[in-house]
């Protein structure tokens, strides 16, 4: 089992439920046997394509070279021909990186905010959100709820209050179709009253955190079990 990681402001999202208890079985869940990957290497992609005008056929062929996992290497030549379409075109007068920060949800429980890049081009600051899940993406009040999370922490940054914020997601339409760009104006989307967002952060925050006191048992079980099982082998060698 690993151990339970601190999820990013998109998953926190994409988990909420009005029932804490099923963001518990979901987050212990993910502990058991969550994804073993990191979209970074598409992220590397893109400062490749914008910041160093590196040749698509030169990416692919980096990708094809340096994922080792064919399952990890097929999904990310899925998405290249996205990426390169959506900025291809694109006159970027600077990319930048965004420093990581903290959000707070409560409780002593501290979200990462990671963004991948910002970018100026044409009098305009873009800040693109890249979301690679193939199915499910958010939608609804989630959506809602990330959009107005990300918002606030934009607001909090001079020089990025003011920047364009549209979320890029990659997912398919249906089971077995292919993956398909769709480009999220987030000015359309509703936010949450602060309220509401204070509801739904109180209620994560306990979901959360139960199945990280759940993960860390079972861990200390796993433990003690080991114990035993060493201590009884050493038991049987003595007795010989």
Do not use: C
């Not at 990013?8 to 969550?34: C, M, N, Y």
């Not at 994804?35 to 490749?48: G, H, M, Q, W």
């Not at 040749?55 to 064919?70: A, C, S």
């Amino acid at each position: 089992m690993r151990k339970l990681k601190v999820p990013s402001l998109q998953h926190l999202a994409r988990t909420w439920h009005e029932d804490p208890k099923r963001i518990t079985r979901e987050f212990v869940a993910l502990a058991k046997g969550g994804p073993t990957f990191s979209y970074e290497p598409l992220f590397e992609s893109v400062r490749d394509l914008l910041v160093f005008s590196i040749p698509y056929l030169q990416i692919v062929e980096g990708v094809k070279r340096g994922v080792k996992r064919q399952d990890v290497r097929d999904n990310f030549l899925g998405l290249l021909p996205l990426i390169k379409d959506h900025f291809d075109g694109v006159s970027a007068n600077f990319v930048h990186d965004v420093a990581p920060r903290f959000y707070s949800v409560g409780r002593d429980l501290m979200i990462p905010f990671n963004p991948p890049l910002i970018y100026g081009a044409n009098d305009q600051i873009y800040f693109p959100w890249f979301s690679f899940w193939r199915s499910n993406p958010l939608s609804g009040e989630r959506l809602s709820l990330f959009v107005s999370i990300v918002e606030e922490v934009l607001l909090q940054d001079s020089d990025l209050e003011d920047a364009k914020f549209s979320i890029l997601d990659f997912s398919a339409p249906a089971a077995r179709l292919p993956r398909e760009l769709t480009v999220v104006d987030t000015s359309s989307i509703p936010r949450v009253s602060e309220s509401r967002k204070a509801e739904m952060l109180s209620v994560f925050a306990d979901g959360f955190i139960a199945a990280r006191d759940a993960v860390s048992n079972m861990a200390r079980h796993e433990v003690a079990e080991d114990d035993e099982d060493d201590s009884s082998v050493g038991q049987f060698l003595l007795d010989l």
